[in-house]
């Protein structure tokens, strides 16, 4: 319960008889309304005034709740790091360091949350213009993804991560290295080599087999060469931790491998490699031809599927026109005449249906 709470209580309001500025909530507390916080005035231990809270703010942290109700909520200091200050907390989360207080002061933006956010942000921005434009490669350009805002150095850095690049880069020429981003593309090829030991119990048990799927694919679709090539170099960790989470928990009797990483315009395959491969009683196969095989058997599938639907449906046709020449009935229920039974009947001999009663059997 928070302290809002029991103050209200202690002086006679009910969830269903209390202030304007405050509602009973799910949480069965009283809470201030979002238009009441937003016409409050908050102080910083060092005095900074805040502009009233206008989105959710509550949080807990070592058994205390910090929150409106509370009369402390937590915000993040303006000053970033770019100023020591006794009152921060001892936190990572730098939007969360600071804990503040109602008061009522009057609201004064020279002396205020506001003005100081606002001039490190102006601050911030001339530096990242003039980052950008002391960039060898590039520096035209508006954005690249690699570039980071410092909070420890409060100064932007650049850190080249292909993976990120591969992701998000829409350059044509990479702010970084100067390489061309428009030219040719690829993508990074590597393969896998999968062990295990036989442990089923059957005669086999004890039997290793070693399967290699040579020629994955690290991107679903092509990306700039000198990507792919700083991929292939630089980011080996992603494509073993991308392998082991998909395949931790569902082969876990299975040795995996990852092989011969490499970044090319195209899939190439090593026959004479494959031939000693198999030789050797490895098996060999394609990440490509292994696509293509499931997409067959899927089309496999649904050309079966809508056979066996236009069958039945062409069975339910042949019963219904058996049912008019045979017994006179229309489909409704109503009685079929003549001309109708005349029509049924070269209905059914035009489908090779012979004149006897198969709705029957």
Not at 145 to 160: F, P, R, V
Request: aromatic share 10%; glycine share 6%; proline share 3%.
């Amino acid at each position: 319960m928070n302290e809002l709470t029991e103050r209200l209580l202690a002086e006679g309001y009910t969830k269903d008889n209390h202030p304007d500025n405050v509602y009973w909530s799910n949480w069965s507390d009283f809470e201030y309304t979002s238009e009441y916080l937003a016409e409050t005035v908050w102080e910083a231990p060092c005095g900074l005034l805040k502009n009233g809270i206008h989105n959710y703010n509550n949080g807990s942290c070592n058994g205390i709740t910090y929150c409106p109700e509370n009369n402390n909520p937590r915000f993040g200091c303006p000053y970033h790091k770019s100023k020591q200050c006794e009152h921060k907390l001892d936190t990572k989360l730098l939007g969360w360091n600071c804990v503040f207080h109602q008061t009522d002061k009057p609201y004064d933006y020279n002396n205020s949350v506001e003005k100081v956010n606002k001039e490190f942000e102006i601050t911030k921005r001339q530096k990242r213009i003039e980052f950008y434009a002391g960039l060898k490669h590039n520096p035209t350009a508006i954005h690249c993804n690699c570039i980071k805002w410092d909070e420890d150095d409060l100064k932007w850095i650049a850190k080249y991560d292909p993976w990120n690049c591969a992701r998000n880069c829409v350059n044509k020429i990479c702010v970084l290295t100067g390489k061309n981003l428009n030219g040719k593309k690829g993508n990074v090829f590597y393969d896998l080599r999968k062990t295990k030991t036989i442990n089923d119990g059957s005669l086999l048990t004890g039997q290793v087999v070693i399967r290699i799927i040579k020629s994955k694919t690290a991107f679903e679709q092509k990306m700039p060469l000198p990507i792919c090539e700083a991929y292939a170099e630089l980011c080996q960790d992603y494509i073993i931790h991308h392998e082991e989470a998909n395949r931790r928990y569902f082969e876990r009797n299975t040795v995996f491998k990852i092989e011969n990483i490499r970044a090319e315009t195209k899939q190439t395959r090593g026959l004479a490699q494959d031939k000693l491969d198999a030789k050797a009683g490895i098996i060999v196969e394609y990440e490509s031809d292994l696509i293509k095989a499931k997409k067959q058997t899927k089309k496999e599938q649904r050309e079966k599927r809508k056979e066996q639907k236009e069958a039945k449906l062409e069975r339910k046709i042949i019963e219904n026109w058996e049912r008019v020449l045979y017994e006179g009935k229309m489909d409704s229920g109503e009685p079929a005449d003549d001309s109708m039974k005349e029509h049924a009947r070269n209905v059914l001999k035009r489908k090779g249906v012979s004149e006897q009663l198969t709705f029957l059997g």
